[in-house]
């Protein structure tokens, strides 16, 4: 490529936090018209290179050009007015206002004259980039893809001319999915340049044209996409030979709780559950996919213990459940992987051992009062040991772990006796590899499928198609609080289950 084409360099960028390298001498280019996928496991380093490039940290050595020019470090705003844009994995809209307001927010007064002219650029964008949304729409009504439309409308209506997407399909249908890249593909022939940041290795040979792959802070490869296979870029992040793990298909065993015709009230704009009825068995991994925001968190706090329905019932072990609490959900055996590991499943400033015994201390490791905190650090040291627990030692405030490291001693705490019994025979798993690199999803879902082999009964919550195709046993869609049909494993095509999280099925299925 001439040297004029390229729009972005990073050079030789290096950052130090105390001890660690997040970044050593990482050199990266970006060409115009250009998709270039940026991968590692968590903790390479990625995170860190994207906030030197916005100017959010220093860099300790290093230079950055954007088109050229030499790119002022530790300045966010001499990054956006460079032409830096990203889209991030939880947007920042205002859910109340506007489509047009989103947009023009935090750059133009909303009362300001000149509306006329944004909404004629706006429609413009839409137009040209294939961003279909309408400039008066709130943005409270719109679908989780018509939102990631304003989030990218917003950065082009600030003249970003390259693009960041962290994680952009994390909470996407495969249509949604297929109709960014559609975006992406027209955006690049018009000169947009990509960054795309992803875990999903698939999407990332369907859309990227360049690889750059992170290990422990350094570049260890960058390879043209169709020079390349996905088992080799996985090898690549991780240091070795991968290979994700597929739950072989098994009979199931009894039913241990069911869920009966049960439904929650509506929260503002998020739909409660609608009569669900589900069953849960022994030695089955049921899967559960959908939309972020369709009723998943309802019966997931229905199952744990952290809510009661207004109507219908459970029953577990074919006994009706009257009291019900997230104590007494532990004591029955219920273990659970939270959707929020770092609000829901642990305490940020509370070390490994006080986070491993968090939800049993009381019930295991006191005694009329007092901790055995012997004991508890026993506990924690076994499951640092068994669960592959990176880290400096069990005295370590969890917030300093990776992700996946956080996640390994969460899922450490439910399996190897964070019930109150030793072992669970239920076990919630509400998103319990989002935000995983490669390795940690691959041992994430080892240990639930060896779980199930236990005879355990899982719940799979996930809005990755691919993890619910791979590992359940059963599948079933959720939509608006409404649970479709279980579906046998292979029985459905992942555009079929698209179209269900979508909620045309369920359209369909009624009006036969």
């Known amino acids: ?18 001890a660690l390298k997040a970044n050593d001498a990482v050199s990266l280019t970006l060409r115009r018209g250009e998709v270039v996928a940026l991968l590692g496991e968590n903790g390479a380093g990625k995170t860190t290179l994207m906030n030197v490039l916005f100017g959010h940290y220093l860099a300790d050595a290093g230079t950055i050009e954007v088109f050229g020019q030499p790119l002022a470090p530790g300045n966010p705003r001499a990054a956006l007015a460079a032409g830096v844009g990203m889209v991030h994995q939880h947007f920042a809209l205002a859910g109340n206002l506007t489509v047009l307001e989103n947009i023009r927010l935090g750059t133009e007064r909303l009362w300001a004259r000149g509306v006329g002219a944004a909404r004629e650029k706006v429609e413009r964008l839409s137009r040209d980039f294939g961003l279909s949304v309408h400039p008066d729409a709130r943005v409270g009504r719109l679908s989780v893809g018509e939102r990631q439309r304003v989030e990218i409308l917003k950065a082009l209506y600030r003249d970003a001319r390259i693009l960041i997407l962290d994680e952009p399909t994390a909470v996407l249908t495969p249509q949604e999915a297929e109709a960014l890249f559609a975006t992406l593909r027209r955006a690049t022939g018009l000169g947009l340049s990509v960054i795309f940041i992803s875990h999903k290795l698939h999407e ?51 039913v241990l709780m069911r869920v009966d015709g049960v439904s929650t009230p509506d929260r503002g704009a998020v739909p409660g559950l609608k009569a669900v009825t589900l069953d849960l ?20 706090e229905i199952i744990g213990g952290l809510a009661r329905p207004a109507s ?30 770092h609000h829901q499943g642990t305490i940020g400033d509370f070390d490994l051992t006080e986070n491993a015994v968090l939800e049993t201390y009381r019930s295991r490791f006191s005694r009329r009062g007092w901790m055995n905190w012997r004991a508890a650090r026993r506990f924690a040291e076994a499951i640092i040991k068994g669960y592959d627990v990176r880290c400096p030692g069990p005295e370590t405030r969890i917030r300093l772990l990776s992700g996946g490291n956080m996640q390994k001693l969460i899922l450490g705490r439910a399996l190897a006796g964070g019930s109150i019994r030793e072992a669970p025979e239920i076990i919630l798993a509400n998103q319990p590899v989002r935000g995983l690199d490669v390795g940690a999803i691959a041992y994430v879902q080892s240990q639930l499928i060896a779980a199930r082999d236990r005879g355990t009964a899982v719940l799979l919550i996930s809005e990755d198609l691919d993890e619910i195709m791979g590992l359940s046993d059963i599948i079933h869609v959720m939509s608006q609080g409404r649970l479709s049909p279980g579906f046998a494993r292979g029985t459905m095509t992942a555009p079929e289950l698209g179209l269900w999280m979508a909620g045309q099925k369920f359209e369909s299925a009624h009006a036969a």
């Open 204 to 254: 990332v040979m369907a859309i990227a044209d360049r690889c750059v792959v992170l290990r422990h802070g350094r570049v260890v490869g960058a390879v043209d996409t169709h020079a390349t296979d996905r088992g080799a870029l996985a090898a690549l992040m991780v240091g070795g030979e991968l290979s994700l793990p597929r739950a072989e298909a098994r009979a199931a065993g009894a």
């Open 312 to 341: 219908g019932r459970l029953t577990l072990r074919d006994r009706p459940v009257r009291d019900w609490s997230p104590g007494i959900a532990l004591a029955q055996g219920i273990a659970r992987i939270p959707e929020d590991r």
């Open 1 to 18: 490529m001439p040297e004029a084409e390229i729009v972005l360099r990073l050079d030789r960028i290096s950052k130090r936090f105390g």
């Open 281 to 300: 068995r022994a030695g089955q991994i049921t899967g559960l996919a959908g939309v972020s925001g369709n009723g998943q968190a309802a019966l997931a």
